[in-house]
């Protein structure tokens, strides 16, 4: 298992040294000071003399997380909101677990592609290109999937067992819209006749969706 993924971080630094989303770094390190007020690409820079190990440093994708809602999984960031050392960077991981039929719902990455490997269970995954063609997959332990920059995308658990992968993005801030909550759960709130419209609906379906989207 190690070994597996060992090649697959070799492969994930190779794709994003050729594939870089973010701009490259005009410096050795720009580690992220997110107290900072100014507004630029990214975040200001911590003065060097500020800088620690622990700015480079996360544990939290070692461990499966607690899944406890309705869609059944559960994504970890390692991003430079974590990552303070990531700044101007240019890449990405996060951990994503999966009940048994638990779905990574639709969503979108405006700012990266996404690569993920299995590291336990069997997942359908697949996305959507703007010519309207699904292309998916059934993955097992140790498979790898792309999901290109900006398309639709998801991942469901088709086994008994728990599933959970790695993604590694090619930036610093992917970014994630899922396109239900998006549409349905904005503030302020699309309006009623815009999605009515758009998905063929009556106005009390579209108030049912919204309730069951709506933050607990």
Request: charged share 20%.
């Amino acid at each position: 298992m190690a070994a597996k993924v060992f090649a697959y971080f070799v492969a994930l630094v190779a794709v994003f040294s050729v594939a870089k989303s973010d701009p490259g770094p005009l410096q050795d390190i720009c580690v992220a000071d997110t107290s900072s007020g100014v507004k630029v690409n990214g975040f200001a820079c911590k003065k060097d003399a500020d800088v620690t190990e622990n700015d480079f440093f996360f544990s939290g994708l070692a461990k499966p997380a607690v899944v406890n809602n309705t869609v059944g999984s559960v994504v970890t960031g390692a991003n430079v909101e974590k990552i303070p050392g990531l700044n101007t960077l240019g890449v990405s991981l996060s951990r994503i677990d999966y009940q048994p039929g638990g779905l990574n719902p639709p969503h979108t990455h405006p700012r990266a592609t996404e690569i993920i490997f299995v590291l336990d269970g069997e997942l359908d995954v697949g996305f959507i290109t703007t010519a309207n063609k699904l292309i998916s997959k059934s993955l097992k332990k140790g498979d790898i999937f792309v999901f290109p920059k900006g398309l639709v995308h998801f991942q469901q658990n088709n086994g008994k067992e728990p599933a959970s992968v790695i993604a590694g993005f090619n930036s610093q801030l992917p970014g994630t819209q899922s396109i239900a909550v998006t549409l349905f759960g904005s503030t302020p709130a699309v309006p009623d006749h815009v999605l009515t419209k758009a998905f063929q609906i009556g106005t009390k379906e579209v108030n049912k969706i919204k309730s069951r989207l709506a933050p607990k």
